[in-house]
């Protein structure tokens, strides 16, 4: 990345550990899991306090700059988004070895942690489902091949495969990656 936005990211470390509205700041993205590389943006996440939310959404724009993305949340969302079950849980692996580069109130780096990984006594329950799922668009997947379906066969299939990922990678108490990461991720972290 270029050293403006370099520059621009150690500013905005500075700002925001002087800010009292800002509660905790993180990398997400590849440079938030130590897997970047020259062209990796910094994907920026302050955590701010509820009542300034829309007002720092103001100050601090989505594309703040080239190479710089911030996202503003508010602490209360912060605390409820990517929860185990909810909607946005799907998420959870953003949170994964992502570490906090402010932390005003100690909350912040636990919180990335239980979003980070599986909670303990969901993994054999989610493990379970996982691999019904997986078997489930497997044998439809044979059953379309046995038909000719051979777009059918391979849709299924694909759709198998990230349920046995979510499997495998619960069964080491592990969230499975993105699958952009899957590489990087079995490379620096093997099963």
């Known amino acids: 990345m270029d050293q403006e936005s370099q520059n621009k990211f150690g500013q ?3 700002e925001s ?6 509660i905790g700041m993180f990398l997400g993205g590849s440079r938030g899991k130590g897997f970047e590389n020259d062209g990796s943006d910094y994907d920026i996440r302050l955590v701010v306090k509820d009542e300034v939310t829309f007002e720092y959404v103001q100050k601090y724009p989505k594309y703040f700059s080239p190479g710089i993305d911030i996202a503003v949340i508010s602490f209360s969302e912060f605390q409820n988004y990517a929860r185990w079950g909810s909607d946005t849980a799907w ?9 906090a580069l402010v932390d005003k109130n100690g909350m912040i780096q636990k919180i990335i942690d239980e979003k980070g990984s599986l909670p303990p006594a969901e993994i054999a329950n989610y493990i379970n489902e ?3 799922a997986y078997l489930n668009y497997f044998i439809r997947s044979v059953e ?14 694909a759709l198998s ?9 619960a069964a080491e108490d592990r969230l499975a990656p993105f699958a952009d990461y899957l590489e990087k991720e079995l490379d ?3 099963l």
């Open 161 to 169: 495969l990230p349920c046995l990922l979510n499997a495998v990678f």
């Open 17 to 22: 550990a002087a800010d009292d509205n800002i």
């Open 144 to 157: 379309a091949g046995a038909k000719n379906n051979h777009v059918g066969l391979r849709l299924e299939a």
């Open 91 to 99: 998420d959870r692996y953003e949170y994964t070895r992502a570490k």
């Open 188 to 190: 620096r972290y093997p």
């Open 12 to 14: 905005l470390i500075a």
């Open 130 to 132: 996982q691999l019904d």
